[in-house]
């Protein structure tokens, strides 16, 4: 028998299960037709016979754990006990979520901020990282950054929305970091934000005052957010 799968296996997958599908000649008629993932426990195929000598078959391999590299193997047997062996190779499966670190452990804000980053370590066991970005509360995220040096990424933060007056002095930096099958992690951070300046009044004294000898001067301030 000549056996066909009908798609390239070798690459990531992140479903629960793996479809497999193909065609089969024969000239004599089949009399089996299995899948295994271990080379030894042994599952049949659906097969649909199109013509004297030509089969399709489809099967589901449930999957429960993480593949590396793994081989699903394939036989067929025909009425004369004619076998044929095939191997998909190469199959991936990711099934863990990946995992990120922010490294800042809080973010100010102030009224001369100019530009802001953080800085993030990502990580996944499977399929790797695609990509990180951020959002401010419950806004959008921003653009995502697909490089990093030495595993940390830098993501820059809108200044101007984080200065913007009807945005909390108090909130979230939420940083989502997704891998190259689409699972996504994520982690927090807190920000605060203090973009009025404090102002100061001298009381003991008036401008263009005259004196000759040491003096002692007094005052107040005001800041909300404390000094």
Do not use: C, M
């Amino acid at each position: 028998p000549k056996i066909t799968t009908q798609k390239a296996y070798g690459q990531w997958y992140n479903d629960n299960v793996l479809s497999i599908t193909g065609t089969l000649t024969e000239d004599t008629g089949i009399k089996e037709l299995q899948f295994s993932t271990d080379n030894s426990t042994w599952t049949n195929f659906y097969r649909e016979q199109k013509n004297a000598t030509s089969y399709t078959f489809s099967g589901t391999i449930s999957i429960n754990e993480e593949w590396k590299n793994k081989t699903i193997y394939i036989k067929a047997v025909d009425t004369l006990d004619n076998k044929s062996t095939t191997k998909i190779t190469g199959i991936n499966v990711d099934r863990n979520n990946p995992i990120v670190t922010i490294n800042e452990s809080i973010v100010y804000v102030n009224a001369s901020t100019e530009s802001l980053s953080i800085s993030v370590k990502p990580s996944d066991s499977g399929s790797g990282v695609k990509a990180v970005r951020a959002k401010i509360n419950d806004g959008v995220y921003g653009s995502e950054i697909t490089t990093g040096t030495n595993g940390t990424y830098t993501i820059p933060l809108n200044v101007e929305d984080l200065k913007n007056e009807n945005i909390p002095s108090t909130g979230t930096i939420t940083v989502e970091v997704i891998d190259n099958v689409g699972k996504t992690g994520y982690a927090t951070v807190q920000y605060e934000k203090d973009t009025v300046l404090p102002t100061v009044a001298i009381t003991s004294h008036s401008n263009g005052d005259i004196v000759n000898k040491t003096i002692t001067l007094k005052g107040s301030t005001s800041e909300t957010q404390g000094l």
